[in-house]
């Protein structure tokens, strides 16, 4: 049984960094993309940062790229997103997922695996 679970939120002030932990567990097949989701209440799911596992690339969306990494921990199975300068418009709750044969990483419907989130709460 697939598991992603996530960690590593809470509640941080405007400046400030967390890391998120995600580990993975009973995959049978290896999956091709990883990334992080956000969601605020009332909006859409985004996506925030991802790693294609065989070569390592990463991307960003425009509002985290230079204040977030992504990064990847294979002999841990855990992906892991270092979060600096936060800022208040960063408050979400964030998902962790996974899929074979992503070709839109930023595109939700693309992952099959989801995590149960994990809340980053920054305030002002």
Known sequence: QVQLVESGGGSVQAGGSLRLSCAASGYTYSPNCMAWFRQAPGKE?????????????????????GRFTISR??????????????????????????????MSWSSPG??????????????S
């Not at 294979?74 to 992906?79: F, I, S």
């Open 110 to 123: 693309h992952f099959s695996d989801w995590g149960q989130g994990t809340q980053v709460t920054v305030s």
């Open 45 to 65: 799911r985004e996506g925030v940062a991802a790693i294609y596992t065989r070569k390592g690339y990463t991307y960003y969306s425009d509002s985290v790229k």
């Open 73 to 102: 921990d294979y002999a841990k199975n855990t992906v892991y997103l270092q979060m600096n300068s936060l800022k208040p418009e960063d408050t979400a709750m964030y998902y962790c997922a996974a899929g074979a044969g992503v």
